[in-house]
């Protein structure tokens, strides 16, 4: 009984210490072209080499409607500018220097917060080709969204290369959603949250999921083989012994007959 106590309390202990809540994004890795440059420098960039990171952002307040957070500032990683604290972007490198990503078509964004930090993310992806439209709405000027001003596709001379990659880009918002007492009505603290980048195999399965499938297929199999003869012995065993007690109630009845 006391090492049942004692495995009881190691795990409220170390349930508390992983709890955690997740939102996960899968999208296509779609090639495009970059229709004007962008203030990515100051991005936190995830790519093959580098695909985890820990950040932290302060969620905007309670109520905060997803079109209104930050509707007109653009901000860049945790030590970037805070003009608007309540979103990050982020580049998305699928293919990196080394491309050993260049393989997949379609990836998972996945963001990890503690559960002790009441917060919605909202999260969208965008191409190269897509994310200009979008940070157009978030910025007074488009001079705020551009770090060196070059001619657009349409003034580039014809004949000249431009740049095709499958760079994406997320655009990550958060929101308080944690009540508090009037007399604590203070902005919410920082919310640290881990984002991972990785591919999916065959569309659907995460990398980080193939070692866990690796471990369970030899374990099924030994099940399999080992332990499903043993079981299914056993409920033979029970089975027969079950017949024979019926066979004994029959002839026990007809005696009484």
Not at 8 to 33: G, K
Not at 127 to 155: C, F, G, R, W, Y
Request: glycine share 2%; charged share 20%.
């Amino acid at each position: 009984m006391r090492g049942l106590r004692r495995c009881l309390w190691f795990f409220l202990v170390t349930l508390s210490a992983v709890c955690a809540n997740t939102e996960i994004v899968n999208f296509d890795a779609v090639e495009s072209v970059a229709r004007v440059p962008l203030p990515i420098s100051d991005w936190t960039r995830l790519h093959p080499s580098n695909p985890e990171r820990i950040l932290h952002v302060q969620p905007a307040p309670l109520y905060t409607e997803p079109a209104h957070i930050c509707a007109y500032d653009v901000r860049g990683d945790e030590n970037a500018d805070p003009g608007c604290p309540h979103e990050i972007w982020l580049v998305l490198d699928v293919d990196g220097s080394d491309h050993k990503w260049s393989r997949y078509a379609r990836f998972t964004l996945r963001i990890s917060w503690p559960a002790w930090a009441p917060t919605n993310f909202f999260i969208n992806i965008y191409s190269s080709d897509s994310v200009h439209d979008v940070m157009s709405l978030h910025a007074k000027t488009s001079t705020q969204i551009i770090a060196n001003p070059e001619p657009m596709p349409t003034d580039i001379p014809t004949g000249e290369s431009r740049s095709v990659s499958r760079t994406m880009f997320a655009h990550i918002r958060l929101v308080d959603t944690g009540v508090r007492p009037p007399a604590a009505a203070a902005p919410a603290e920082p919310v640290p949250f881990v984002v991972l980048l990785e591919p999916l195999y065959f569309g659907v399965v995460p990398a980080s999921v193939v070692p866990i499938i690796a471990f369970l297929v030899p374990v099924v199999l030994c099940a399999a083989w080992v332990v499903a003869p043993f079981v299914n012995a056993q409920l033979a065993r029970v089975a027969d012994q079950a017949r024979k007690e019926i066979v004994l109630m029959k002839a026990a009845k007809r005696k009484h007959h």
